[in-house]
């Protein structure tokens, strides 16, 4: 079993920042991509940012200069700093992970989801 555990959401002003971290565990033989997706309220999920075992990044338009993702392969952990925070940030950030373990190759995980809210 793989499981994925995230932290560090929160309510936070605009122009603020928060950090938003993923743990992978379980059975783990290797991660290929990690990344972050977002679901706001009656919208449908949309990616944020990935990053591949090579550390190349890619991000979505809207949060370009302001997010950073990062990874620490030894922790199979990846990270999201979110800075300058908009309202239309507000959502349910949700970690993903494309894991090898012993039974099955390339499978994606998903994590249980983290409040992020930005208002003053």
């Known amino acids: 079993q793989v499981q994925l555990v995230e932290s560090g959401g929160g309510l936070v002003q605009p122009g603020g920042s928060l950090r938003l971290s993923c743990a992978a565990s379980g059975r783990i033989l290797g991660i290929n991509t990690m990344g972050w997706y977002r679901q706001a309220p009656g919208k449908q999920r949309e990616l944020v940012a990935t990053i591949i075992s090579g550390d190349s990044t890619n991000y979505a338009d809207s949060v370009k200069g302001r997010f950073t993702i990062s990874r620490d392969n030894a922790k199979n952990t990846v990270y999201l700093q979110m800075n300058s925070l908009k309202p239309e940030d507000t959502a349910t950030y949700y970690c993903?992970?494309?894991?090898?373990?012993?039974?099955?190759?390339?499978?994606?995980?998903w994590g249980q989801g983290t409040q992020v809210t930005v208002s003053s």
């Open positions: 993903n992970a494309n894991i090898n373990t012993i039974w099955t190759t390339r499978r994606d995980y």
